[in-house]
């Protein structure tokens, strides 16, 4: 096993390790202990019902790539010093937070295959948690200085800007297209792009080597959110408690259906599929917005119309589209010296393309 373990989606069992990467796997996995055991303390409340429904998503697991991608940064330097496990756990709370926002202004059902926090308590006390989480991440990085502060909340304003531009969604006469790989950059390769960067930074690794992590963050983020968007489409998808097109279904916009938007202009056969996913999306959102579960028959017709889009070029191109994005990441990584972290980091990137859920 790798430090990327099959548990949280990443490598594979029958990984053979060499001695040098069994030591750094070993590094990184006590690493994400000290992290898991800081988290649990981060999210704790007095107040019974904040403590609750702070702690809600952290107990639902998750794959956690994010202070990965920190602990393997801080290798470059002195390794996992306590300012590099404070970092790490900030912007793991960060996500967290993030994550409640998301899923009241998505409409979401399901988070990491349990009910989403705001359906099992509010809107109002789902927000509520995200804003006490963002404060604990505050908390946090305060202890780091003034750059942190301020990558922090560069990235906090990203993170913001990127759902605000999802929400409105395209302006007149913008590409769709590029106006969803902007949200996607801000959205989700910000995040992953600043857990490296404040891996270098707290290690005290060379200067030189923050701006290539950087961008290997920022592309891999944006590759990981394009292959989350085919996965949505998978059977496969059950293994997170999510079924096949739950983001189709909630109306949430994937890479597959802004091309297939844009192929419906010139294809008749394409045009077809789309106002018959249009319609079966329109009619699984009324039932949602009713709180009544989509009649049988309709549920099949969402089914069939979820596998064509599935079987359909354009999700195949997602996937290449990816895979592009995976090779920069790897690429940006060229300027690094040679080693188990620089090979640490290839495979991190060729793991979050090759997976499954």
């Known amino acids: 096993m790798t430090a990327f373990d099959e548990a949280e989606g990443f490598a594979s069992p029958t990984t053979v390790l060499t001695p040098a ?4 796997s070993d ?14 303390e981060d999210v704790a409340f007095a107040s019974p019902v904040a403590d609750a429904v702070a702690r809600y998503l952290l107990e639902a697991g998750g794959k956690r790539i994010r202070p990965r ?23 793991e709370i960060t996500h967290l937070a993030s994550l409640y926002h998301d899923d009241v202004m998505d409409e979401a059902i399901l988070r990491r295959g349990i009910t ?8 109002n006390v789902a927000i ?11 908390k946090l990085i305060s202890h780091l200085g003034e750059r942190a502060i301020r990558l922090q909340a560069d990235t906090f304003e990203r993170l913001c800007l990127g759902q605000l531009h999802e929400t409105v969604g395209p302006a007149p006469g913008e590409d769709p297209v590029e106006h969803y790989m902007g949200v996607l950059s801000d959205k989700t390769g910000s995040l992953i792009s600043l857990a490296a960067q404040m891996g270098v930074v707290f290690s005290e690794a060379p200067s030189e080597y923050e701006k290539p992590v950087v961008e290997y963050g920022h592309k891999l983020g944006v590759a990981f959110q394009l292959i989350d968007d085919v996965i949505d489409l998978s059977p496969s998808s059950g293994e997170t408690g999510k079924r096949a097109g739950t983001d189709l279904r909630a109306g949430v916009v994937t890479l597959p259906l802004l091309l297939l938007r ?9 045009a077809t599929l789309l106002a018959r996913i249009e319609e079966e999306r329109a009619q699984a959102l009324v039932a949602q917005e009713e709180g009544e579960p989509l009649p049988a028959e309709n549920d099949v017709d969402f089914e069939t119309v979820v596998t ?3 079987q359909h070029e354009v999700t195949r191109e997602t996937q290449r589209v990816a895979e592009r994005w995976g090779a920069e990441a790897i690429a940006a990584l060229d300027v690094l010296p040679d080693g188990q972290v620089k090979q640490s980091l290839i495979k991190l990137a060729d793991s979050v393309i090759n997976r499954t859920h």
Do not use: P, Y
């Open 21 to 24: 990467e069994k030591e750094l």
């Open 27 to 40: 590094r990184v996995d006590g690493g994400l202990e000290r992290i898991e055991d800081g988290l649990r």
């Open 69 to 91: 991608l920190t602990l393997l940064a801080s290798e470059l330097g002195s390794g996992a010093n306590e300012n590099v496990i404070i970092a790490a756990r900030a912007i």
């Open 116 to 123: 989403a926090a705001h359906m099992t308590w509010s809107n």
């Open 128 to 138: 509520l948690a995200g804003d006490l989480l963002f404060a604990r991440a505050s």
């Open 262 to 270: 844009k192929n419906a202009q010139n294809s008749v056969a394409d």
């Open 308 to 310: 064509a889009l599935r």
